[in-house]
Structure formats: structure tokens, C-alpha cells
């Protein structure tokens, strides 16, 4: 699975988190850029991109990290994004046939 290949549930949000804020982020616009996840779950996120060469972190001026995505992390995004509109379509179509069974049930 996907995320077992990311090692951490939270590195998918991460990842994205990254990409959104763009260029090198910083840790305190990556976190709050994921919203609910905590510094250490962001941290351990990070180091596991970074490991498996989905981001790349690198000293800023000030020794801050700043982090981007790699090509692979572009990669990966683009195959959650599709992985994300097949998921939706199917539960739309799941809950149009649905709707449209208890509508018959109803009419009858």
C-alpha cells in the first residue's frame, strides 16, 4: 500500500503541506500549513520524506531547515491526487445509486 511505502500515516499531509507552501518551506509554515498534526508528528513526517528522497531538506542562512519537494514527491502527489478523484467519484456514484434505490423503494 501507498502509505505503507511512506512509512507514516501523516507523511502524505506532510508531502502536500510542502508542495502548497511551495519553494523551501520552513518547518513552522510546513506545520501549519497541516493543520492538526502536532511538531513531532510533522517531524517524524519530514524525516521519513527525506529518507526516502520524496523532499530535500537543507540549511537555510540562519541553520533553519527548508524543505522541497523532489521530483519522486511530485510523483507521488500526482498518483494521491488521482488515487483521491477515483475515490470521490466512486463515492458519488456509490451514493447516486443509493439515492436512487431507496427513491424506487419509496415509490413502490
Known sequence: MLLDMLGLAHA?????????????????????????????????????????GLVVGRPGQDRAMAYAVTKAGREVLDILSDFHAVVHARSSNVAKAADAELEAILAA
Open 12 to 52: 502524505p499531509r506532510v508531502l502536500s503541506a510542502v508542495a502548497r507552501v511551495g519553494g523551501q518551506a520552513r518547518f513552522t509554515a510546513i506545520r501549519n500549513a497541516a493543520p492538526g498534526l502536532g511538531d513531532s508528528q510533522v517531524s517524524r513526517a519530514l524525516k521519513e520524506l527525506n529518507k526516502r
